[in-house]
């Protein structure tokens, strides 16, 4: 989040009211990348949801959500259903304001419903020059999601899908997000833990 460096201050509100910025403070730097992947695919169960160490079960509860991340966990939950490419190219057209011609170039690059969260800092900055505030929020809490609570193991792109939760800015202050966040990493420990795993 560094990048995009000090937010607008015509987008600050909205940034804080849509819950999520405790998370522009947030980062991991992992100077060892082999040793969490070896750690997580021989200690995570996914039948138990928790690691198995030498003192016990460990796992990852909705309180550590709230207290590390500072998020709620108490609220609406959010459902992300998989999004169809014509689906994305729609969102991002209607909730990005970008043409449907860039947006369906960046899911052709990218091979899915996904964007490329460089692409993202790019609509934020365009947006922010033509004061096209809300929008500028949406790409700018994109990016973000992208790269903390939904990242995922290609680490430069985001699924498109999370999107549809900032369509209502006031609507998006009241979800859950600690929960979002739980379930998703979750989902993503039991694939990254098994032994065909990339």
Not at 96 to 102: C, D, G, R
Request: charged share 20%.
């Amino acid at each position: 989040m560094t990048k995009f460096g000090r937010l607008a201050l015509e987008i600050e509100g909205l940034v804080t009211a849509s819950g999520l910025s405790p998370l522009i403070a947030c980062s991991l730097d992992t100077s060892d990348r082999g040793l969490m992947s070896t750690f997580f695919m021989e200690r995570w169960h996914k039948k138990t949801s928790s690691f198995h160490l030498s003192v016990g079960e460990v796992t990852i509860t909705l309180d550590d959500m709230a207290s590390l991340l500072y998020l709620s966990i108490i609220g609406v939950f959010h459902s992300f259903e998989q999004l169809h490419v014509d689906d994305a190219v729609d969102m991002l057209v209607e909730l990005l304001e970008v043409s449907t011609a860039e947006a369906r170039a960046e899911t052709i690059q990218c091979h899915g419903s996904y964007v490329r969260l460089s692409w993202l800092q790019d609509v934020y900055q365009t947006k922010i020059d033509a004061c096209h505030w809300i929008v500028a929020v949406r790409a700018y809490l994109l990016h973000m999601l992208g790269c903390t609570l939904f990242a995922n193991k290609s680490t430069t792109h985001v699924h498109v899908v999370f999107l549809n939760a900032l369509r209502d800015l006031m609507q998006s202050g009241t979800y859950a997000w600690g929960a979002a966040a739980l379930v998703h990493m979750y989902d993503n420990l039991n694939e990254v833990s098994k032994s065909t795993a990339r």
